[in-house]
């Protein structure tokens, strides 16, 4: 759509340009008609005005060299009088354009002639050969009459020169003898020295404003390419590589747009059908091999409204499928961890109920147990729900810390003792690094969380061995550091950038030990909220890990 | 007594479940994962397994594809009692050749005990 304004605007710019250019020259022609009839010099500069004129009007926005010589050169006839008039053009690939109207019969030896002479004339100027073989030739007007005895008798070639490039020759020859002197050269020469500079100013403007839509279709994140009604690659941004995977060091085609798309979309055909049905097309979701885009196929048109290619914008939406899918197994796995408690309430109420009602009297014990099952179950529900609000708090930003003077030390000393004795079950010890008394200016409710976070995961993840706790200050970076080291199962390398990341469980690991990983989440944004930074260490699978974070001494 | 085999990696929801295959009258053995499953399935032989999904060491489904690959095992009906509800993992789970899924926290013991029931009843009419 953005090609398409630009587009737009580009033409408006062009409509400008070119009107004031016509206004100048009808300007000119009423001032000159004043004039006209008192001196023959002056009725050969109305002529001239007319035929620039009349050229001006038919070259348009067109910016085919070709087409803009073959305007200037028949447009000629009001002001010379010649036997054949022609032109000569170099188009890409080196090949050369030849066309010859003839005015008056000659035969086919003139207009040999009169090619040799252009091609000499041509080749001096660009000091190159142009192959006769590669010559596209035309000649019109006329019919050529061999039986004629006939000859070049003169003629004189003037080159074109648009944008400070040469772009052809005009010739204009004929039979008589001494035909053309100073006075028609000058007047073939003023004429398309004129009309070159006009072509010259619009060029400029087009190029400018191309370079401008050009820049602005670079710049774009999306990937632009515009096909043209033979399928051929017009235009392309660089974005597109990337996206379709494209060797970086060659010009793209269109063979390289539908291999990068790996048969998932038959572009061609969408293409056709966009242009058929005027309209343009989207298709939701592609997925290749590692991406996910989104693809809009609409017809190109010109300033009337002809259909004349068809532009593709590639859109990535990798990154919204990726967070979708993952969101997803976020909520699939909250549902499982909620229902997981959930149940074991219901199933231990309904077994409490039978056991309340039974005939030969309730069996005290059994209440009990069935009771301590519904309160670690709720226990746990309760903590998971408290970390799910948590979360939501951190994201939010709603997140309110306490901040005061304590002790670190005795938070330290008060969470190791908290989680002894479920430590000694699994036989570790828990030992406290720190000095006897330091003093920090921290939430101590919420530090106190993160710990136990990382204590409880300590203990979790680890069959034997020992918890270090370790208080360390750095005057210099002005941060105390509080590590928790364990001996237990360690994290893989993959999984030490997951941790901390709300939609992340770990791939690989041991689900015997269940959590949601959302105590880290809420760790990191309780440190985060202080200024802190939490990280993890392992140095790899079974050999334990050291879990971290830093607080800021003055804050 | 009718062996039943509860495979189930949470303490509290196969402490509670094996409560009341008790008091049903039959006879549970807990696992609580899917190797400790296999493992007990060999040695007991039970008349029904009630297989948890998401368990430790290896998962309900693989536990069932090794069960069903088995001779010793493979007749040894199969339900499959799961928090996970998502038709993919539904449809594995019918593809392995479990007799019939429950959605745990859909059930009431006595539904569950009751499906129970139910399978025994025609899997002995099928022999």
Redesign the interface.
């Known amino acids: 759509m953005i090609v398409n304004i630009l587009l737009i605007i580009d033409f408006l710019m062009l409509a400008v340009v070119v009107s004031a250019y016509i206004y100048a020259s009808l300007r000119e022609r009423k001032y000159l008609r004043q004039e006209a009839g008192q001196s023959l010099e002056l009725q050969q500069k109305v002529y001239q005005a007319e035929v620039l004129k009349e050229i001006g009007e038919r070259i348009g926005y067109s910016l085919d060299t070709n087409k803009i010589v073959d305007i200037i050169t028949s447009s000629l006839g009001n002001l010379l009088e010649y036997d054949t008039v022609s032109y000569m053009v170099l188009v890409d690939g080196g090949k050369a354009v030849f066309k010859c109207h003839v005015e008056k019969t000659v035969n086919h030896q003139f207009i040999e002639e009169v090619k040799h002479k252009m091609r000499m004339s041509y080749e001096a100027i660009l000091d190159s050969k142009i192959p006769s073989q590669s010559m596209d030739e035309s000649i019109t007007g006329n019919i050529l009459d061999d039986s004629l005895k006939v000859k070049v008798e003169s003629f004189f070639n003037l080159p074109v020169v648009i944008s400070q490039k040469l772009v052809g020759l005009i010739n204009v020859a004929s039979k008589e003898r001494g035909r053309y002197g100073e006075e028609q050269a000058s007047i073939l020469y003023t004429i398309t020295n004129q009309a070159a500079t006009a072509v010259s100013k619009l060029q400029a403007v087009l190029q400018s404003e191309k370079g401008k839509l050009e820049a602005v279709i670079y710049s774009l994140a999306d990937g632009v390419i515009t096909v043209d009604l033979n399928n051929q690659l017009v235009v392309y941004n660089p974005v597109i590589r990337d996206m379709l995977g494209i060797a970086q060091d060659k010009a793209i085609t269109m063979y390289d747009i539908v291999d990068g798309l790996a048969g998932k979309v038959d572009l061609r055909t969408k293409i056709e059908q966009a242009v058929a049905e005027d309209k343009a097309i989207t298709l939701p979701e592609v997925y290749l091999k590692d991406k996910a885009l989104e693809l809009t196929i609409a017809p190109v048109k010109d300033n009337q409204g002809v259909i004349i290619a068809a532009s593709a914008v590639f859109h990535d939406i990798t990154t919204e499928k990726t967070l979708e899918k993952t969101r997803q197994e976020f909520t699939a796995m909250m549902v499982h961890e909620l229902r997981a408690p959930l149940t074991a309430v219901r199933w231990s109420s309904e077994s409490m109920i039978k056991n309340l009602s039974l005939a030969s009297g309730v069996d005290q014990s059994k209440v009990k147990d069935t009771m301590l099952t519904i309160e670690t179950a709720s226990g746990n529900m309760l903590e998971l729900v408290n970390d799910l609000l948590d979360v939501a708090k951190i994201e939010s930003g709603k997140f309110e810390l306490n901040l005061q003077q304590y002790d670190i030390v005795e938070v330290i000393n008060d969470q190791a003792k908290v989680f002894r004795p479920q430590a000694e079950i699994k036989h570790l010890t828990i030992n406290v690094i720190a000095p006897p008394k330091y003093m920090l200016k921290f939430d101590r409710v919420r530090v106190g969380q993160v710990l136990g976070n990382l204590i409880s995961n300590a203990i979790k993840y680890s069959d034997s061995g020992q918890i270090d706790i370790n208080l360390g200050v750095n005057a210099e970076e002005k941060i105390a550091t509080v590590s928790v080291k364990d001996t237990g199962i360690g994290v893989s390398r993959e999984d030490l950038a997951d941790l901390f990341s709300k939609f992340k469980q770990l791939k690989s690991g041991d689900r015997s030990r269940k959590g949601t990983g959302l105590g880290l989440v809420v760790s990191k944004g309780i440190v985060e909220a202080h200024g802190g930074k939490i990280w993890a260490e392992s140095p790899g699978e079974n050999l334990g890990s050291t879990f971290a974070f830093s607080l800021p001494l003055e804050k | 007594m009718t062996k039943i085999l509860a495979a189930e990696?949470?303490k509290?929801?196969s402490?509670?479940?094996c409560?009341?295959l008790k008091?049903a009258g039959f006879e549970p053995t807990p696992a609580?994962?899917g190797e400790e499953t296999l493992a007990k399935a060999k040695e007991i032989l039970p008349d029904l397994v009630l297989l948890d999904i998401?368990?430790?060491?290896l998962d309900g489904i693989s536990v069932l594809w090794e069960l069903k690959s088995n001779p010793a095992t493979a007749k040894i009906p199969v339900v499959v009692l799961t928090?996970?509800g998502?038709v993919e993992t539904i449809s594995k789970i019918v593809e392995a050749g479990a007799v019939d899924y429950l959605l745990?926290?859909d059930q009431?013991?006595?539904d569950i005990i009751q499906k129970v029931k139910d399978v025994l009843a025609r899997s002995v009419n099928l022999a």
Do not use: G
């Open positions: 990696d949470d509290l929801i402490s509670s479940l409560e009341a008091v609580y994962d998401m368990m430790p060491k928090n996970i998502d745990k926290s009431s013991v006595d």
